[in-house]
């Protein structure tokens, strides 16, 4: 049976926090209103039962529960999944009407990695058993994935609109390309090698991001993100010289690309593959970036230290143009 909170939504709620109306990102000169900050999720109440449209029985809600340690984040329209390792649960938040149910059968650990797919399925990567487990609605978990081909799956990204799942594995060091309909141990493609006869060094890739078509990696050697085009071959690398340790990563629709580098504690936005702006952690009102989600116009940071999810809002180029350098 699923499990229901009701998460706290509204600036007005003594649960919820509000985040300033501006931040000013630490590179003057460039785009101050990039992100809006919208609202704070902390936690909520616990329902013991809910009827079929998710929402809570009467008498059926219990104490307020606190996120404890979200280290992963995944949304798609109004439903934002959160992976919460301090509770070891793995929570989907209705972003309508803020409550919060827990995926059954899942356990979210410190490498937990989630991701939604077009149809609003949820997807998540087991990194022991080299799999990924398929959440749809009104139907059986599927499993994705062979351990005998992909022994160490590190990260992935589910595709949109064709929903094909790309994943790293760092020990054949190769990008495999899963069918989206695969089914239990479905594999689509052979997959593409890490590295072309011009790309010999590229073997440490680790978070991947997408947006459309686009691809992006981090690249622990070169301490940057790599673009890759639709056959898997690099196309750009983002960030050289700039990035010191870049650890998580999302992309939207408008060309930006945000990097949380643990070594300086700041959220690097790159447009169109140049350093846009950055935020320290202080000016985004958290503790650490732990990761980070995009859908649409909206940037989701996820603090663990902290123990809540930050939600803002990407403006569009046209009013971060003249921000831009």
């Not at 089914?183 to 997959?191: E, M, Q, V």
Request: proline share 6%; glycine share 10%.
């Amino acid at each position: 049976m699923l499990l229901v909170v009701s998460l706290v939504g509204c600036a007005s709620d003594k649960n919820s926090a509000a985040l300033p109306a501006n931040l000013s990102p630490t590179v003057t000169g460039q785009a101050d209103d990039l992100l809006l900050p919208q609202q704070t999720i902390t936690g909520g109440q616990l329902a013991a039962a809910v009827d079929a449209n998710g929402f809570p029985l009467p008498g059926s809600l219990g104490d307020f529960t606190q996120l404890v340690f979200p280290v992963a984040l995944a949304a798609r329209s109004t439903d934002l999944y959160i992976a919460d390792s301090g509770s070891r649960r793995i929570y989907k938040f209705d972003l309508l009407t803020q409550m919060l149910s827990i995926v059954p059968g899942e356990t979210a650990r410190p490498w937990t990695q989630i991701q939604v797919g077009s149809d609003r399925s949820l997807f998540v990567l087991d990194k022991i058993r080299a799999i990924i487990q398929v959440h749809s609605p009104g139907q059986p978990v599927r499993v994705i994935g062979d351990p005998s081909i992909t022994g160490s799956l590190d990260g992935f990204v589910v595709g949109s609109p064709d929903g094909r799942i790309i994943a790293t594995d760092k020990l054949s060091q190769r990008l495999i390309m899963f069918s989206p309909l695969g089914g239990l141990n479905g594999l689509g493609s052979p997959g593409w090698p890490l590295h072309s006869p011009a790309d010999k060094n590229l073997s440490a890739l680790g978070s991947l991001a997408n947006a459309g078509r686009n691809l992006y990696a981090i690249d622990s050697l070169c301490r940057c993100v790599v673009a890759f085009d639709d056959t898997g071959r690099v196309n750009a690398r983002i960030g050289q010289g700039e990035l010191l340790q870049p650890q998580a990563l999302a992309a939207d629709q408008f060309g930006h690309l945000f990097v949380a580098d643990a070594a300086d504690r700041t959220l690097k936005v790159f447009l169109h593959g140049k350093l846009f702006t950055r935020y320290t952690v202080h000016a985004l009102r958290a503790n650490e970036i732990s990761a980070l989600a995009v859908d649409g116009s909206m940037l989701y940071l996820a603090d663990g230290a902290g123990s809540r999810v930050l939600t803002f809002r990407i403006q569009t180029p046209m009013s971060t143009q003249s921000g831009s350098k």
